[in-house]
């Protein structure tokens, strides 16, 4: 006896130009303006977000500011914060928790929702959908593109095909009446440099993927070339990964542009072993240890070069990644002038229960230390101590977007 | 209109309604600025500190962002749209 088909559609909330538009519901007197969201305005640095109103000037994110000031004069740059646009995530998390249980974030500003039984029937995903799109106008004054689709790839592919403030439901017979005729980069996960590869095989659009010799795409791409043709048919099977059975992290890292192009090597110096402390600390915090330390490098002429090491042993101890960075630094770095400095840990295993204290704190002195600080920062923030190599690295520096020290920095008493 | 990033400790008029904090007026550089709506509400955790968050639109249409530190307890105005120092 056939069971009777589930009724499962899943939904991908995505929204629109997020962080610029925070921004703009929050200061009222942006709306309607060109907002370009960046690190401090008055230094150099990248774009973070732009809003609609800027993008027809070619400004995106990403972008240098000087390139993105030449382009849109006019716009109001608004200095980020990352954390606000967190918590409002957060808030948004909390929305669609309240629609199913069943909710994966993908990223800061989109999440997956899978919908079942009565909830899962076409009619229904969409009431539920348009419901949720106007909760997230009411409560948050923020618009929200979303795609609904019998799978992760179609909610996500179709999401994009209406932004701002779209709804798009596709069925696979949609999904392939629409994307067919397209070029095959418009399909999700194929970039600039797999669409030329496709090209050179002859595959211009998402049609000639779907119809490739699965053997000629294997040949060229091994396991992901099957997948990429059934994806092009619009069948993905990836599980969404609800939310409360967590995800593991692959990677953990933190980068900075540096307020001018530098090639003081005690103030790179000073930057890499601020950056460890913050991946050490953000490792130790959840739980994690890591084998692979790499730095990332990008010189004034935007030439960036990624070195890593494999470690003997598992690390979250700060000083055992800087060791490691400072030491790929320099064997690496030509001397010239700096733009960005990143450090990355990867290789990563979750630490959990018994031995967790052990791995994290060996019972050293700077074992004992580390978990010292660590009790201090808990209770007083991330700037209540920092290590002393820092510090004039961070009167220069001033401000880093994103980093823990700008807003936490300007919120203790000014007072002595 | 300029935007300044700030940390001007400031007094704020509060209610405390249903549990919720609502800023109402605060005198800032000798001005009173009165609070037409909260545009925005978030929460920072600074250590074990819950640090709230208020974006606000003043009646003369000034845009700001105040945020309550309950170890003052105290308000902190953090950023300006449209004032002049």
Known sequence: ?416 | MTFESLSDPVDVLTAFVDGRIQPLRFRWQGRVVRVRRVTGEWNRREGSTLLRYFSIESHAADSYELCYDPRGPRWILSRAWGAKK
């Open chain 1, 1 to 416: 006896m056939s069971r009777a088909p589930v009724n499962r559609r899943i939904l991908l909330v995505d929204m629109d130009a997020f962080f610029a538009s925070v921004e703009q519901a929050h200061h009222p007197h942006l709306k309607g303006q060109p907002v370009i969201v960046c690190g401090d305005p008055s230094r150099r640095g990248v774009v973070t977000a732009a809003s609609y109103e800027a993008r027809p000037s070619g400004v995106h994110a990403g972008m240098p500011l000087q390139e993105a000031r030449r382009l849109c004069p006019n716009a109001h740059y608004v200095e980020g914060d990352p954390e606000k646009y967190v918590a409002i995530s957060l808030a948004l998390l909390n929305l669609y928790l309240s629609i199913t249980p069943d909710v994966e974030p993908f990223s800061v500003d989109e999440a997956f929702l899978s919908l079942q039984g009565r909830h899962g029937t076409r009619a229904a995903a969409l009431a539920i959908a348009a419901d949720l799109k106007q909760r997230i106008r009411e409560r948050f004054g923020l618009t929200a593109s979303i795609g609904i689709g019998p799978n992760k790839l179609i909610a996500k592919m179709g999401a994009g095909l209406a932004k701002p403030d779209g709804l798009t439901d596709l069925d696979e017979q949609a999904f392939r009446e629409v994307f067919w005729p397209l070029e095959a980069q418009s399909m999700w996960g194929v970039g600039p440099q797999l669409a030329t590869r496709l090209h050179a095989l002859g595959i211009a659009t998402v049609s000639d993927l779907a119809h490739a010799p699965r053997e000629a795409l294997e040949a060229a791409f091994g396991i992901i070339g099957p997948q990429l043709r059934e994806a092009a048919w619009g069948k993905d099977d990836t599980p969404l990964v609800p939310y409360h059975q967590g995800i593991e992290a692959k990677s953990m890292g933190h980068e900075v542009t540096l307020p001018e192009d530098c090639e003081e090597p005690a103030f790179l110096e000073g930057t890499l072993l601020r950056l460890s402390d913050q991946v050490g600390r953000r490792l130790r915090g959840e739980g994690y240890v890591g084998r692979t330390v790499a730095v990332k490098l990008r010189d004034h002429r935007f030439v960036t070069r990624i070195r890593q090491r494999v470690l003997p042993e598992f690390t979250a101890d700060h000083r055992m990644i800087f060791d490691t960075v400072r030491a790929l630094w320099r064997e690496h770095w030509s001397g010239g002038p700096l733009r960005l400095l990143g450090v990355t840990v990867s290789s990563l295993a979750k630490v959990s229960g018994a031995g967790q204290t052990e791995l994290f704190t060996p019972d050293t002195r700077a074992g004992r230390l580390r978990e010292a600080m660590d009790r201090v920062r808990d209770k007083l923030g991330e700037a209540s101590l920092v290590p002393a190599g820092t510090l004039t690295h961070r009167r220069r520096l001033g401000h880093v977007p994103f980093g823990p020290v700008s807003g936490r920095g300007r919120l203790r008493n000014p007072e002595p």
